[in-house]
């Protein structure tokens, strides 16, 4: 997976805050009984480790670098169309990028807030 390529290959010490734990469990874990450990997988695919990828990437992670990982709080009016987004800080000089996170809506687990047709909807 691409964490460990990024940490064996270019010796990258990468951590992650609680807030991003946090969410992942809480997005993961919709819909485990019916799908097991497929949601929890998505949810740290989409935190995690898309925007190790997105980081490496840009050029902002380079070899040897240290970085922690933290969920950008978002701010009224300032949540770009509902996305999350990942606030990745160097720790050797305090630079940071924010890298938006996809929504995942409509995938296994994720919460959508689009309702499923009821069972009782029939087409013309």
Known sequence: NTVKCAMAE???DLKISSDIMDRIMEEGS?????????PLRCA?????EDSVS????RGFLKENDEAIFY????????NMNGMS??????????????V??????GGIG???????PSASAQEP
């Open 10 to 12: 270019r010796s990258i």
């Open 30 to 38: 919709v819909n485990t009984a019916q799908f097991g450990a497929h």
């Open 44 to 48: 740290a695919q989409h935190f995690f």
């Open 54 to 57: 997105d980081a490496i990437i």
């Open 71 to 78: 969920l950008e709080e978002e701010e009224d009016g300032d």
């Open 85 to 98: 987004r990942v606030r990745i800080m160097q720790l050797s000089d305090d630079e940071s990028l924010i």
């Open 100 to 105: 938006n996170v996809e929504d995942g809506n």
């Open 110 to 116: 994720i919460r959508s807030s689009a309702k499923a």
